[in-house]
């Protein structure tokens, strides 16, 4: 810690945002330089003892290192290249883009800077997700022959919310994909989808209430998601590898350790974590320690623009199959390119 | 246990046939009359003090009451034809036939006596798959939304024994489908099924090592099936149904209650059991005494010749899909006729 | 199994006599020679097709092999005598007397025959408290140095059992005193007790609703056991034993495999198996099994008449330490003599 | 967050010290004023951009609000004096003093200031453990009968530790003696302890290398106590509150919520957190949060200058019941008094 801190500005004012203005101002290593953008950025600035700025001038100063974009979905690709083309290191909450082409561009204008960009791919930082992708790496189970995740959420998002995300497989099964391709080795060959619908609401705005995808991959190994969006029991984000060596599993964290045992309903562990905020939040902290050492130089990023465009891609192609109810071949990617050097690979 | 004992036969001498001779010895309400057909036939009959005679000679004699199916695959469906015929009961073995045309021809032939014939889905007998369908029934977790059944087997069959299998879906799969079946409301629109490619011993035999298959239910409710002929860690049969107002899951059962701790593996539980014998003993006890109550008249078939007719037009329709790469639309069947009668509900 | 079928009678028609009489029936190397003693012994044999007979003619006729002593327990001990001195091979229902001098007498009128009797500890013949012991004489967890037992029934026994049962050490404890001498290596040196009044029934019967027992070993190992006398969430029958190298735990047995989840209540596991009767289903088989080995001279006692002594000395050590307030010594035993010879070992 | 920040000391540079550091330079409502005493007081203070200063500085500068003492334990009840007298807030590491006349004497010093001293008995800050009292309060398992508290290090502290410790029973199982308190009603009457005598460096020194010790309380209900100097399976702290409605437990903390299963040990959970450290940090954020709200006048102490002495009453009752090897009574402590207010209790 003998470097000086990394001055970090937080473009957006909603959820994600102040979850990233608390991070920076508590992590060692950096400083909340500056909140830019959004009704909120005034009082949050504030908040945190620190100033609000125009989105521009952020992208601008000298003295700020590092930005954390988390502005609204269709200004993501923008301010990527915009923040680039200022020097700072960024990370950008997900998607890049909802569109494929979109994101094709920003890459192409970020060019060789693309190794000061991470995309906030949050389960990639979550403690245990990425034990088990370090554990697969270490050859504990063998090559995945079958991954299961299961992602739901526990009640669907107000519904003003749905016509603009992009539909539950860019909006929620992203992350899913994302996972996907953070523990089965090579490519992928196809994907099939289905989709539930037992959410008449969530239907008539042309979404689905969940949807369950098969991945096959090239080297035959099976990938199987589950997504809803309504789950009685709270937020469940599962997942388990298996391979001819064993298995490797992510069960739910709960609130507190305490296990309550009487006559009507015995061995009564606590509930779930509620939120995307409790569960993942030493994600999050470790989101930006990752974005203060790639601004130091120290570390490529942990998940790329390559990365955020291919789990666009096979959310794609999940879509299509979802409607054709056809099998859809999946786009090759930059995969082995981006996969974490040797030497920052110890940390995951 | 008022009434006299039910004499029943076993027809065959493997391996099903053995665990079902043991527990009619040991049923209250049985006795083990006699063993038929095999060549192993009379050593099983003495090692429990019955005699053995020839299957034909089971079907006819009056002094036997019912008899058990577990001779091979292709002579099920003319044993349970000449067993009804001479007046039995019937448990059969799954798959009724591997063919649905003589499936059919077999339930056509068995006419009015259907409900004497209980096919042996054994999963149904569980008494923890059961207690799922009760609190189901119960309205518990209300309708299921999402359905997951994991089925892996510990190891590949011997590979002589895959080529007349009829094949994973057929095979193996047949008995998820059934608790597809089992447990979600309504009929089944279509399904989706992807085969894993991991072993190259059952692909050259033409077979798979492992399957996902999507069932899109009319209801807009989803299931979903994983199988897979290895399993490292072993036999592993767990379920979750989902719906609006909980979940409800089976997990694996271990084999004794201990739990270690140490330096390198902190909280072992015991391993899996390992393997069906163990897993369904409790099962394969119920359906002894099931077949006792349905030749008593006391109940009518938890699984029927029409279950067992469903779930083999469902796995046909799996593989179809694996093989075509498209959405396969399922076919409409009795499960609607073949719910338990409510008086018999109460047990199940 | 070439071996003829031992003859077993058993003695008592109460509900001990009933588990032992239905386990003998379906024991592969059994059969239920006779029910004698008790009101209901003609019901019971004939529930299992089998005779009623006096209790004298039980132990003199030479066609009966062995016997199973479920008498009340003032009777065991002269049972046991009459039983060996008929030739007959015994499996005891603890305690073997209230009385130490009784005890001791039984020993002394049984004499040589003393490996033909086994007192019906059920926990050492439960697969898991036996897994336990198995792997600590494997060595796995070093010598153990705390071991905590953890015995609470769902509810009080009926008042009227009490003034008879020679109060919770000697009718509760006993078992868990002998589940220590079980699993920890040398001599006790002393026993330290508490008594829980928190149920004025039991408190005027000159009883207690619970204890705590802390027994210090000669070798500086402490050993802990917990009673109570009711438990809202049903038997809880656990063990926890640590050493230099990890824990072997033994947790409760659950009715079936399934859990829920729910929005009140996440994570609830099926309810404890409620009694004994369940608990130690396999327990009640094993002891058959157990006392059929020792008839056939094949086993030397898993639990002799040497530990029902020495558990007994214990219970009315921790008495006097309850009532007196202070450390009292405890008393050598022959627990070194008794321990299983290396062959039968391998079973334990 | 509209009030000021509190400007807070730490007292000593040792671990405890540099944990609190830490937690005050994160917290919304606090800041590092300063870190006084040790030879790594500068060290720490710029490790957090603070200052560091004389201990007697800290406690008299008008711009310091509270102190954190976390100096060797002989100086603590005197701190605590000098603090208050600097009209400062007081959060003091545990013991207040291991001699009961100095603990006495620092309460008489102290006044009526008590409820600016909060004793750091950090398990009354763990979300569990909270959550526990909080449900016992709320009635839920009614009264507790039976209180069963393991404390169990992963390894002895250095040898060189052990003579000014305190021993065991006041050094160690103070907090679990606190807790004992925390979630039983009404006074206890009398104690009973045993040690355990496994570890003969800690033998030589006077120490015992575990104990276990039995509270008996007024109202008949018993707590039992486990404590080891050091457990293979890693740091160990559990706790089973049993009433006649139920039993609420705490379980261990594991690292992360991965499980792996294999061939040789199923369902691995993964290891306990290992040190104090990381199982309380959230304790430790918590206690500096009420050390805020205490400053500010919101809070009376969670857990006060009477909680530590009784504590320490009942430390030393234990330590001379395990010497004399009787039950020794013990003494009526504060208790009511020092229940959290009901305001406050809404928090705990």
Chains 1, 2, 3, 4 share one sequence.
């Not at 608390?22 to 330089?33: E, K």
């Not at 204008?109 to 906030?120: E, L």
């Not at 192609?317 to 690979?345: K, N, Q």
């Amino acid at each position: 810690m003998s470097s000086r801190k990394v001055r970090i500005a937080v473009i957006g004012s909603g959820k994600m945002a102040t979850i990233h203005a608390g991070n920076i101002s508590r992590s060692p290593g950096a400083c909340l330089a500056a909140v830019a953008g959004g009704s909120g950025a005034a009082a949050l600035a504030t908040a945190y003892g620190s100033t609000s700025m125009d989105v521009h001038e952020a992208f601008e100063r000298p003295d700020i290192d590092a930005v954390v974009i988390a502005s609204p979905n269709r200004f993501h690709a923008e301010h990527i290249v915009q923040a680039v083309a200022g020097g700072k290191a960024v990370l950008v909450e997900k998607p890049v883009d909802l569109d494929l082409e979109r994101v094709d561009g920003c890459i192409a204008a970020v060019g060789d800077s693309i190794d000061r960009v991470v995309v906030a791919f949050n389960r990639r930082f979550d403690p245990s997700f990425a034990a088990v992708r370090r554990r697969v790496l270490a050859g504990e189970i063998g090559d995945v022959e079958q991954l299961l995740i299961i992602s739901r959420d526990p009640a669907p998002p107000p519904l003003e919310y749905v016509p603009g995300s992009g539909g539950l497989f860019r909006d929620m099964m992203i992350h899913d994909l994302d996972m996907a391709r953070f523990l089965v080795a090579g490519e992928f060959a196809s994907v099939q989808a289905s989709i539930q619908q037992t959410n008449p609401e969530l239907t008539a705005l042309g979404d689905a209430s969940g949807a369950v995808v098969t991945l096959a991959a090239a080297n035959g190994a099976l990938v199987t998601i589950l997504n809803s969006r309504s789950n009685a029991s709270g937020y469940d984000q599962r997942l388990e590898a298996a391979g001819p060596l064993g298995t490797l599993a992510v069960t739910n964290a709960t609130g507190t350790l305490v296990r309550g045992s009487c006559r009507d309903g015995t061995n009564a562990g606590d509930s779930f974590v509620p939120h995307y905020g409790d569960r993942y939040e030493a994600a999050y902290r470790e989101e930006i320690e990752h974005l203060v050492s790639v601004a130091r130089g120290g570390e490529k990023p942990i998940a790329s623009l390559h990365d955020g465009r291919a789990a666009l891609a096979l959310a794609l192609a999940a879509a299509e199959s979802a409607a054709a109810g056809t099998r859809v071949p999946t786009p090759a990617d930059h995969r082995f390119l981006t996969l974490p050097a040797p030497h920052s690979d110890a940390r995951y």
